[in-house]
């Protein structure tokens, strides 16, 4: 046994040094010789107290008994690393020895600044996260507010992002990331310059830097100026960005444009807490968008009030289809020919609480921007094909109904199944059913488009293209669509006579109609003299102020009744 202590000793995985009661080494075995990148021979009968010198203090310290860290200690070669030190006393042979159990901790270091930066460092650009970006905007107001400075909060978005994504690929949509955090920390290098200027700022010196850029997710960006001198100074630096996405990304080979919309608030002027900082500047961003992107703008009280404004309207479209708010409002339709009214088109009214009623001018696009617009949809199907029904069951006569439908509808939702469902639960006729969509919306997905209206058809359901003409109308797409008739737009209605370009456009569209055995049916008719001339031309259907305005379904059935008396003997949807 007399080897065995020893033996353990020079092949433990950890440092041992044996100090006296002098604090010299007696003992210094392999795994120390790694550590330290020292012999045993030099190091024994040395002060084996500044030997364990922390180097931060800059002084030896004194070894006492127990366990502790150390931030570093030197090695011979001039390096350090952190270690941790185990202290123990033992009395051998009638001196009193100090055991110091030495563990390198440069791995475990390494794995916790890993997982700091993980935390706190995106991943894809290396930008601050969300996390830091927070931390790091507390810092700059706290410092503001000290020295009675300012601070300027940037929100960045990158305008049509989507579609990049979804035309090159994540992959390609990953790169132009990674490449516009470095085209915004280069834009702000010269931060210090611009803004007072001074020297080139360290954009590695945080919190001290004179900016931050970090990334929120997605395509949103932020940056941070501080002790920003005031509006001009920082539009000075938003113009740079700005102009900084003129030039084109190089992704992959390819040239692709990319511009951005940015949203700026100060400190304190717009927000005294980082809270509302933020949500001053993303309001302005998003004015910026709506402005027509590529363009900066300064948070403003007016926008604070559209804002507060916009989420009331928000909260209470959530709220209208479970407080049954919404309401259908009938436009007749006229078949030409006949005389007779042979259907309606459907407008969708909000019976606002306090506004009264509002038309889907003030709210389509929130229900849209809200994800609410396909379930507002599906009650707009139904609620017209249970009208039509009432009505048959009341002893009027047949009228097809028309149903604008929503992008959202046509491709993120069952169409197919929404109809079906409705048809089978109303009994009414599919026939009786017309449904009215875009032409963008078509030729938007022709694959998917080609899928639902075969299904539509297939259950006999009419399909209609609506507004054409202010589109693609694209004879391509016409002869590949199972559809059935074509809505000519009121402003090529409006004031037509034979010598307008309206006239031509409609004599065109009726032309084509006719060659390929479809209805054409005219929107926005207000005078005698535009009916006649559209009877002329060979149209088959109107609609609009001269049959009458949208009105509610009691309105619309006293209105057929004093009107309508020919549709009494109409027999089905026009023909024509």
Not at 395 to 406: K, Y
Request: hydrophobic share 40%; net charge negative.
């Amino acid at each position: 046994m007399d080897g065995l202590y020893p033996a353990v000793l020079e092949h433990a995985p950890d440092g041992v040094i044996v100090l006296d009661d002098a604090g010299r080494v007696l003992a210094f075995n392999r795994a120390a010789e790694r550590m330290f990148a020292c012999d045993a021979d030099t190091v024994i009968g040395s002060d084996g107290q500044a030997l364990l010198a922390d180097v931060e203090q800059g002084a030896s310290v004194r070894v006492a008994e127990g366990r502790f860290e150390s931030r570093g200690v030197r090695c011979a070669d001039g390096g350090s690393f952190p270690v941790e030190l185990a202290v123990s006393c033992a009395s051998v042979q009638g001196r009193t020895l100090r055991i110091v159990l030495v563990r390198d901790l440069t791995e475990r270091k390494q794995a916790e600044d890993k997982l700091q930066q993980m935390a706190r460092y995106d991943g894809l650009t290396a930008l601050p996260n969300r996390r830091q970006f927070h931390d790091s905007l507390v810092r700059a107001i706290g410092l503001a507010g000290r020295s009675h400075g300012q601070v300027a909060l940037m929100f960045l978005d990158l305008d049509r992002f989507k579609q990049i994504n979804d035309t090159f690929g994540h992959d390609t949509g990953d790169e132009l990331l990674r490449q516009v955090a470095a085209r915004l920390k280069e834009t702000i290098r010269g931060y210090d310059t611009v803004l007072r200027g001074g020297g080139e700022a360290s954009p590695e010196a945080e919190p001290e830097a004179g900016s931050t850029v970090s990334r929120l997710g997605g395509d949103e960006f932020t940056i941070i100026l501080k002790n920003v001198a005031g509006v001009d100074a920082t539009a000075a630096v938003a113009e740079r960005i700005v102009a900084a996405f003129a030039k084109p990304f190089n992704l992959g080979g390819k040239e692709v444009f990319s511009s951005t919309s940015v949203g700026i608030a100060l400190y304190p002027r717009d927000g005294e807490d980082p809270e509302v900082l933020i949500k001053s500047a993303d309001t302005a961003m998003y004015r910026a968008k709506e402005l027509g992107r590529n363009n900066y703008q300064f948070f403003t009280q007016a926008m604070n009030e559209a804002a507060q404004q916009r989420l009331a309207l928000e909260r209470d479209l959530r709220d209208a289809l479970e407080r049954n708010e919404f309401l259908l409002f009938f436009q007749p339709k006229l078949n030409v020919a006949t005389g007779r009214i042979y259907g309606v088109e459907t407008f969708l009214r909000w019976r606002h609480p306090t506004r009264g009623l509002v038309t889907p001018y003030d709210f389509v696009h929130v229900l849209e921007e809200i994800g609410l617009i396909a379930p507002v949809g599906r009650w707009v199907l139904r609620a017209a094909c249970e009208q039509i029904r009432r009505w048959r069951d009341a002893g009027l006569p047949r009228l097809q109904a028309s149903v604008n439908i929503s992008v959202r509808q046509f491709v993120r939702e069952d169409l197919s199944g929404d109809v079906a469902e409705v048809l089978e639960e109303t009994g009414i006729d599919p026939q009786l059913l017309d449904l009215e969509l875009t032409e963008g919306l078509l030729v938007e997905d022709v694959e998917t488009s080609l899928r639902l209206l075969g299904q539509l058809r297939a259950m006999g359901v009419e399909v209609s293209v609506d507004d054409f003409g202010t589109g693609y109308s694209s004879l391509s797409y016409l002869t590949q669509f199972p559809i059935n008739a074509l809505k000519i737009d009121q402003s090529f209605v409006r004031d037509i006579a034979p010598a307008t370009e309206g006239a031509a456009v409609v004599r065109a569209i009726i032309g084509l109609a006719r060659s390929l055995d479809l209805k054409v049916i005219a929107e926005g008719v207000e005078t005698e003299s535009e009916l006649a001339y559209l009877r002329r031309l060979g149209c088959d259907g109107i609609q609009g102020y001269l049959l009458g305005a949208p009105m509610p379904a009691d309105e619309f059935e006293r209105w057929l009744s004093v009107h309508g008396e020919q549709a009494l003997a109409a027999s089905g949807p026009v023909s024509g």
